[in-house]
């Protein structure tokens, strides 16, 4: 069993900075590839940003390429997502989730999730 708790979420205006951390509770943290997923207000959750268990593979959704940056360490179990050039559309529940085996994208193949951090962008 895993447990994930996000944080760094908050209220910031368009164009700042936010940085995101995943707590893992596992001990063998490093043999999980970890996901960000966000939903947006009325929308469904999306996939952000990907990273393998070491590391040396990551992944962005398009919407995020480019201003996100995913990362992890595997000494403290926890990941990161620093975002910026923050967007408004960029509002929405951030989710770290976990999963044994390969990168992927799909929510339905992550096994284990947070209880998500709420990211709000104003103008």
């Known amino acids: 069993q895993v447990q994930l708790v996000e944080s760094g979420g908050g209220l910031v205006q368009a164009g700042d900075s936010l940085r995101l951390s995943c707590a893992a509770s596992?001990?063998?943290?490093?043999?999980?590839?970890m996901n960000w997923f966000r939903q947006g207000p009325g929308l469904e959750r999306e996939f952000v940003a990907t990273?393998?268990?070491?590391?040396?593979?990551?992944s962005y959704a398009d919407s995020v390429k480019g201003r996100f940056t995913i990362s992890r360490d595997n000494a403290k179990s926890t990941m990161y997502l620093q975002m910026n050039s923050l967007k408004l559309e960029d509002t929405a529940v951030y989710y770290c989730?976990?999963?044994?085996?390969?990168?992927?994208?799909?929510?339905?193949?992550?096994?284990?999730w947070g209880q998500g951090t709420q990211v709000t962008v104003s103008s």
């Open positions: 989730a976990a999963k044994r085996g390969g990168v992927a994208t799909r929510a339905y193949l992550y096994d284990y």
């Open positions: 596992a001990g063998d943290f490093g043999i999980y590839t």
């Open positions: 990273i393998s268990w070491n590391g040396a593979v990551t």
